[in-house]
């Protein structure tokens, strides 16, 4: 399948099981809301360019804010994403990895502890900073600190469970 193809299907289908499903987990709701539509961010290839990436992480932003009546926060917290995931992993791969071409990041082309790494740290930043424009609103110390450590643990459970059922073949390192 062509990969362009691909990744519109994947993100029509994280974003509906974001918007559609995690949105509406009435115990959940009042304090933990899973976030995992900028996993799609964290799939991409490897090649995709950082202007690409950019512009992708905004407009995923604003269209998961259009769902949830939040101009502007998913946007800025998926730019942000967008912008650190180079870095990210820039630090944890040699550079010949990252030249493989289409390969996306996975268990098996950048090992389990460092795609461990990149999930994690990622998913942490993603959900700090949403969590803290936020929080900038409303208040309590307590409730974004708890919030953000609540929200990550369970948006990481249901990113490593989606990555354990995607089948994304890739070459293994």
């Known amino acids: 399948m062509n990969l362009i193809v691909k990744n519109i299907i994947r993100l029509i289908v994280i974003v509906l099981i974001q918007v559609f499903i995690l949105n509406n987990i009435p115990p959940l709701h009042q ?3 899973p976030y995992i539509y900028f996993v799609f961010l964290l799939w991409l290839p490897f090649k995709t360019t950082r202007t690409t990436l950019l512009f992708t992480s905004f407009f995923l932003g604003v269209f998961v804010d259009m769902f949830y009546k939040t101009p502007g926060l ?48 990622l998913t942490f ?3 700090f900073y949403l969590v803290f424009l936020e929080w900038l609103q409303f208040g309590s110390f307590l409730y974004f600190l708890g919030k953000v ?25």
């Open 31 to 33: 304090f933990i809301v």
């Open 74 to 121: 998913h946007a800025a917290a998926s730019l942000l994403v967008g912008f650190l995931r180079p870095f990210v992993i820039g630090l944890l791969l040699p550079k010949e990895v990252t030249e493989w071409g289409n390969e996306e990041p996975s268990r098996n082309t950048m090992g389990p502890l460092p795609y461990s790494t990149y999930i994690i740290l």
């Open 125 to 127: 930043v993603h959900h």
């Open 149 to 173: 450590i609540l929200t990550t643990l369970v948006s990481l459970l249901l990113i490593l469970v989606a990555d354990l059922f995607m089948n994304r073949k890739s070459r293994s390192r």
